[in-house]
Nanobody
């Protein structure tokens, strides 16, 4: 029902910035919560930031003050602005959305394909 396409990852030095984007395509649904997760090599996937349909935001302690999550409902896109990047931010970043189909009661979570963020001097 929905496809998520991520972009914006790359290789940067500590202290630099990146902006990740995740655009949802498809129709027949509305989007509730959206979020960004990351998974470092050999580690569990963890929630980095989330944003509700009413734009309430939440962040992991490790990124507070550095990362900002936002959404553009018209574009069905969620963003993650990452400033003051640190080597420990290195991971594959995945966007996630919860959708509500118009004509049934299902709640479906969909994942992006992942985008690599590498922070290294």
């Amino acid at each position: 029902q929905v496809q998520l396409v991520e972009s914006g990852g790359g290789l940067v030095q500590p202290g630099e910035s990146l902006r990740l984007s995740c655009a949802a395509s498809g129709s027949g649904f509305s989007i509730d919560d959206m979020g960004w997760y990351r998974q470092a090599a050999g580690k569990e996937r963890e929630l980095v930031a989330s944003i509700t349909s009413s734009a309430s935001r939440s962040y992991a302690d490790s990124v507070k003050g550095r990362f900002t999550i936002s959404r553009d409902n018209a574009k069905k896109t969620v963003y993650l602005q990452m400033n003051s990047l640190k080597p420990e931010d290195t991971a594959v970043y995945y966007c996630n959305v919860e959708i509500r189909p118009f004509y049934n009661s299902a709640r479906i979570r969909s994942w992006g394909q992942g985008t690599q963020v590498t922070v290294s001097s």
